[in-house]
């Protein structure tokens, strides 16, 4: 079935540092991909998605490009800020779900000023 | 324009005690779905309701674990007989729409986070 494998946090960065989550994932045909965010106190918001092959998403500065040849969907973002601080998922539908996501374990970012 | 609610944001229980979770859904929101989050892991699904249905319950364990969605109120959670390794956040999450995973159009909740002494 489906997966999706995230590196491991946390991740501890300088305001204005770039930044590279990496996400690959297994998956049968090409489904929709996704990066939620978790800021402090907060819950899960949808940060961006790549719906087909070669799709890039963005969103505030975060930027991640659905590659099929690698099977990696990494989030990048040029230059950090503070208030990126927050909880990365990856996540993915199942092969036989429209309604089901498959989440990574999360990449905890912290930017110090 | 108020999001998913859920409550309480933490709850400690004994074991053996019972835990009941509450998710109140965006306005417009009929599908409701349930996932929890073990230390250290991702969000596991658990189970997607409509109003007074269950439509999957394929990620909740068999015994002790019940959910509902009834036509006027939250949608519920509830764990019977609490152990320590129920001890976990309980995410909720809505849609308007069936199908919302393939456009990313789930709408979380903060979440509830359960400790179990």
């Known amino acids: 079935g489906n997966s999706v494998t995230q590196m491991e946090g946390p991740v501890t960065l300088s305001e204005e540092a770039f930044l590279t989550i990496n996400c690959t994932y297994t998956?049968?045909?090409?489904?929709?991909l996704f990066w939620y965010v978790q800021y402090p106190g907060e819950g899960l918001q949808l940060l961006l998605k790549a719906t087909k092959a070669d799709d890039k998403g963005s969103n505030k500065g975060f930027e991640a490009t659905y590659r099929k040849e690698t099977t990696s969907f990494h989030l990048e973002k040029g230059s950090v800020q503070v208030s990126d601080s927050a909880v990365y998922f990856c996540?993915?539908?199942?092969?036989?779900?429209?309604?089901?996501?498959?989440f990574g374990s999360g990449t905890r970012l912290l930017v110090r000023p | 324009n108020a999001g998913v609610m859920q409550n309480p944001r933490h709850l400690v229980r004994r074991r053996g005690q019972e835990a009941r979770l509450r998710c109140s859904p965006m306005k417009g929101h009929s599908h409701v779905y349930w996932y929890r989050q073990l230390p250290e892991e991702g969000l596991k699904f658990m189970v997607y309701?409509?109003?007074?249905?269950?439509?999957?319950e394929s990620g909740m364990p068999k015994e002790r674990f019940s959910a509902e969605f009834p036509k006027e109120g939250p949608s519920i959670l509830r764990i019977q007989q609490v152990v320590r390794g129920d001890s976990a956040a309980y995410f909720c999450a809505s849609s308007q729409i069936p199908g919302a995973a393939n456009t990313g159009e789930l709408f979380f909740g903060e979440g509830s986070r359960l400790t179990v002494l």
């Open positions: 996540a993915l539908p199942p092969m036989d779900s429209s309604y089901k996501l498959i």
């Open positions: 998956a049968t045909g090409y489904p929709s």
């Open positions: 309701l409509q109003k007074e249905n269950i439509i999957d």
